[in-house]
């Protein structure tokens, strides 16, 4: 059965810097776009980057040139790059598989001194 498997969060320092990977299983990894979402407590899901099957990428404007989105289709992963991270960055975040839509358990980051 399809997987998402997140890891990589934790607490981290406002200007730090943390990589989320997503695992995935199950399904052809390289013919789906990826995407991570993210939730702060009090407020509505949010896509932060989506990566296209051919490697294209997008991001929200509150990321853009802080955050990356690489993926390697024979690792079967993608991950999320966060440098001069912000504690407005808080929330829990989630790895997408589009098309056949599944979700990752998501996993916490926690941006505080």
């Known amino acids: 059965q399809v997987q998402l498997v997140e890891s990589g969060g934790g607490l981290v320092q406002p200007g730090g810097s943390l990589r989320l990977s997503c695992a995935a299983s199950?399904?052809?990894?390289?013919?789906?776009?990826m995407g991570w979402y993210r939730q702060a407590p009090g407020k509505q899901l949010e896509l932060v980057a989506i990566?296209?099957?051919?490697?294209?990428?997008n991001y929200a404007d509150s990321v853009k040139g802080r955050f990356t989105i690489p993926r390697d289709n024979a690792k079967k992963t993608v991950w999320l790059q966060m440098k001069l991270l912000k504690p407005e960055d808080t929330a829990v975040y989630y790895c997408r598989v589009y098309t056949i839509d599944y979700w990752g358990q998501g996993i916490q980051v926690t941006v505080s001194s």
């Open positions: 990566i296209t099957s051919g490697g294209s990428t």
């Open positions: 199950g399904y052809i990894f390289s013919l789906y776009a």
